[in-house]
């Protein structure tokens, strides 16, 4: 994976967002820089969300991106200004708005009469036949109010801290998420949500990284589908971004 520096305090959610789609996460949770983080003693859970969620809302970006799944491609762009994040499809034209705010995200549908909120049974469909879901867009795990610190953990040579976040509600569609947090840049590097057996469903893992104009990006994201109870992978998926 290409190296990471530093020098800046910005955040990439990397799914996104995160994601985030990491964010977002999802993608969001997309861009990937720096949070400062001590690492003795360990900062406490809501201190690195905190940080997460306030740096990865200052964000400006304006990319190119595809969500690939069995040799298909779909294209999107990705235009980020501030809290506010658009990933916009073509063939059908759709538009989807993340907002994030101080305690809560909203994912909104774009239309010309303006914008409505995606409800809870949408944000559990399947985006454009892929295995990535509105809900994992919207990147509520973020401000589940349980979280602890698990440990330290390598990602990629990457050191990072493991979180564990609980689900306040059955909402959503996973019981809790595990993450992982880069101590040094701040980036979601690994996701995995349980459903309500907890059961691990799905993995999403930063793969590679580029520097666009001075600031690191995420290039390439796996997600993957596993069926319950089991590590065996029933599909895959990339969320990739270009120039």
Known sequence: MTKMRSDACLLSFGFRHSFVICHSAFVI????????????????AKDILDSVRMIESRQQIDLQGQLRQDEVGIPFRLVQNGPLIRYSFTNPDETLQLRLGENSSRLDLVTDAGTEKVGVSKLQEQIRGTIVTYGDLAFKFLYWPTARVLSEENVRTRKCWKLQLRAASRESQYSNVLLWVDKVSGALMRMEGYDWNAQLVKRFEVVSAQKIEGRWFLKQMRIEQLQPGTNHVQARAYLEIKR
């Open 29 to 44: 949770c997309l861009t990937l820089a720096s949070v400062c983080m001590s690492a003795e003693p360990a900062p406490s």
